[in-house]
């Protein structure tokens, strides 16, 4: 609890939360919806709960939510949300189950961490028996209470949506009785269901069960944590590529970056101290944010992406060399130089030999005129590979990088991609 609180990633508590989790070794969990086949960083947060939680001794259970997600949770949604088949639905679990083996000890220890599908202990379960066994137990004006229903009771909500707490509630109530599970975790706007699935547990077990919520996680301009130009930041790097990844981490503004390096690392309270001291004095350096960037790239991904990510930002935005841009694949070197001009040339040409200004003037539209072509490489601002080249450097098959294609640049800004076919 020390550990989170000085993280800042205490947004409530239930009274007691704290003495369980100083008396025992505890069972916790977090729910997470299985709506793509990929976690994003905003589940994170709940996630390093997870991770946090295991550290210290407890036991961490992720419940993927293969039935729940099946309704969608309306907690803070401004309409109601597209309804996955269940094909879909187990896709998604299945890898899912995949990303979180990163970030949790799945041993078969005491405290091994354990993931569940709540759609095993729902599917068959006929729909008359649980409003008998569980509905019964919730008043409606209980249920009306919650934040996650008020709010949408202006625009309509439906029945399905409105049942999903005590779905929800009836998963902490399964894992009570069958795991022992006396904690649940999550982000503030879960509040409402997990307080219903404490409820539940006292009205049907008499047991006392607790509840423990992060902040949702924003940007310090107001806008939504995790959300780009192009979407959501995947931890699947076919999504986002661990590139983008780390350049999303890299970016962060430093009032942003000093809240996420303790939510979202592993780093010690002296370590952050001593880092943010160190960015205090060269801001320009970024290197509160290089240092987020690295720990987590590296967790998420791979040392070797994370380094690959480096060479990348260099070959953008520094000098980079011929060796650095061999290190790329061809998916990596796309999202690098995402948008640039692209041309194709014919393998059998390539290895014939092709004189760099036919390469420029035949194959490509980088310049108006064989002129101009001439003028640039006289003023030595043409570039093959990050090397500058004149104008009697013949193309050659050998110039191509192990992602199949030549990298051009003209002055210091203008790259474009020659692909090899």
Excluded at 191 to 211: H, K, V, Y
Aim: charge should be negative; aromatic fraction near 8%.
């Amino acid at each position: 609890m020390q550990e989170l609180k000085w993280r800042g990633m205490i947004h409530d508590m239930m009274p007691g939360t704290e003495e369980q989790l100083s008396k025992e070794m505890t069972t916790a969990y977090v729910g997470i919806d299985p709506t793509a086949d990929s976690l994003h960083i905003g589940h994170l947060v709940s996630i390093m709960l997870l991770k946090h939680l295991q550290m210290a001794g407890h036991k961490p259970l992720a419940v993927v939510g293969g039935a729940t997600g099946m309704i969608g949770d309306p907690s803070f949604k401004a309409a109601e949300r597209k309804l996955l088949t269940v094909e879909e639905i187990q896709h998604n679990v299945s890898c899912i189950k995949n990303q979180l083996a990163k970030f949790l000890d799945f041993s078969e220890t005491a405290n091994g961490a354990e993931i569940l599908n709540n759609y095993d202990w729902m599917k068959d379960y006929l729909f008359l028996d649980f409003i008998r066994d569980v509905g019964k137990h919730i008043t409606v004006n209980y249920m009306m209470t919650k934040d996650s229903v008020k709010k949408r009771m202006e625009t309509g909500i439906s029945f399905t949506e409105f049942s999903y707490q005590l779905l929800q509630g009836y998963d902490f109530l399964t894992l009570y009785r069958t795991k022992g599970c006396r904690l649940q975790m999550g982000g503030s706007d879960q509040w409402g269901n997990i307080t219903t699935g404490t409820e539940l547990i006292r009205r049907m077990e008499g047991g006392e069960a607790f509840a423990l919520t992060c902040p949702l996680i924003t940007k310090a301009d107001g806008t939504k944590f995790g959300k780009t130009e192009g979407g959501n930041v995947w931890l699947d790097p076919e999504k986002t590529s661990p590139y983008k990844f780390y350049q999303f981490w890299l970016n962060c503004s430093d009032v942003d970056t000093a809240k996420y390096i303790r939510i979202f690392t592993l780093l010690s309270e002296t370590e952050i101290a001593e880092l943010e001291r160190q960015h205090a004095e060269a801001p320009e350096r970024r290197i509160l944010q290089k240092a987020l960037a690295k720990d987590i790239t590296c967790r998420v991904h791979s040392e070797k992406d994370y380094e690959a990510a480096v060479a990348a930002s260099e070959l953008l935005f520094g000098k980079g060399t011929t060796e650095q841009l061999n290190t790329l694949d061809k998916a990596t070197l796309m999202s690098v130089f995402e948008g640039v001009p692209q041309f194709v040339i014919s393998a059998a040409k390539l290895k014939e030999g092709i004189n760099i200004i036919d390469l420029c003037a035949a194959e490509t539209n980088m310049f108006a005129s064989k002129g101009e072509i001439r003028r640039a490489l006289k003023e030595n601002s043409i570039s093959l590979n990050k090397a500058k080249i004149g104008e009697d450097y013949v193309v050659k098959d050998s110039d191509m990088l192990t992602s199949g294609c030549i990298l051009m640049q003209k002055g210091k800004k203008n790259y474009y991609i020659v692909n090899v076919e």
